[in-house]
């Protein structure tokens, strides 16, 4: 057993089972709350700056803001990130899926102190937990529209392109961002993908001398009948057959115009 595994046997009794669902009771607490007027959503941004001049709550309640969007889409966002977050959960146990979120918002917090003055996101909850579904289970199919069915690796791999793109053109604080949404997933699957990615080169090769093997063991179509050189074991030469010889004997380039014409071939019966 690791010593990973040791420590997480320790620390199991203090897991915090079904996080999703409180995340997710959260969040729609605090839109219902705003919508009707009892919540300011501005006081539970985390900014740095404010949080650490009296408004400590911030460090904490920035976690329980859902997306800033039409309502349809924030009760559909909270519903995947409820489905891929208890699967999660009950794929790895309760406690390496706490691990994962806590990792996330230690670096959006940490990060966040770079630029103390600009509201940091929760971006690490919902895109976090969703590339690391993506990963494990590459095969789900997710319905756009209701309609399309696409596998939620490719969903995944956009998501990847969208933020390589805009940590490229975005500025320190959209780059503090990503990295905080996306650096739990780093950490805990950078091994994983580098393992992947050697055993896919192992394979490759396995397969290429498997079809080296293949190629050599199959029965050459042309072998010159002097020097005995096949199309297999001189692919690069032209062979051409003699119309002098009985049976249109099969000659290299090199023995085409240089060798000693067979006028018959010897009767079986003979």
């Known amino acids: 057993m690791s010593w990973f595994n040791k420590i997480e046997r320790k620390l199991e009794p203090f897991a915090i089972h079904n996080l999703t669902l409180y995340l997710v009771i959260g969040q729609t607490f605090v839109y219902l709350s705003a919508m009707i007027g009892l919540l300011d959503r501005s006081k539970l941004l985390l900014v740095p700056a404010m949080a650490t001049n009296g408004e400590p709550w911030r460090l904490i309640s920035f976690v329980f803001i859902p997306p800033n969007a039409d309502w349809l889409f924030i009760a559909f966002a909270i519903y995947l990130f409820y489905l891929f977050g208890t699967s999660l959960e009950e794929h790895w146990g309760a406690l390496r899926y706490n691990l994962f979120l806590l990792t996330g918002y230690l670096l959006t917090v940490g990060l966040a102190f770079i630029t103390p003055n600009i509201a940091a996101t929760n971006l690490f909850i919902g895109s976090a937990v969703f590339l690391a579904f993506a990963y494990l289970f590459p095969d789900f199919v997710m319905y756009i529209f209701f309609i399309i069915p696409v596998k939620i690796k490719w969903l ?67 072998v010159c009948h002097v020097c005995g050189k096949t199309d297999i074991s001189n692919p690069e030469l032209d062979f051409r057959y003699c119309s002098k010889c009985a049976s249109d004997q099969c000659y290299c380039p090199e023995h085409l115009r240089a060798h000693e014409h067979v006028l018959n071939i010897p009767d079986a019966k003979s």
């Open 156 to 222: 995944g791999l956009l998501t990847w392109l969208g933020y390589a793109y805009s940590f490229y053109v975005g500025g320190w604080s959209t780059r503090f961002a990503i990295l905080g949404g996306v650096g739990n997933f780093l950490l805990f699957f950078t091994r994983d993908i580098i393992l992947s990615i050697k055993q896919g080169r192992r394979r490759m090769q396995s397969q290429a001398v498997k079809f080296g093997r293949q190629n050599d063991e199959r029965e050459p179509r042309h």
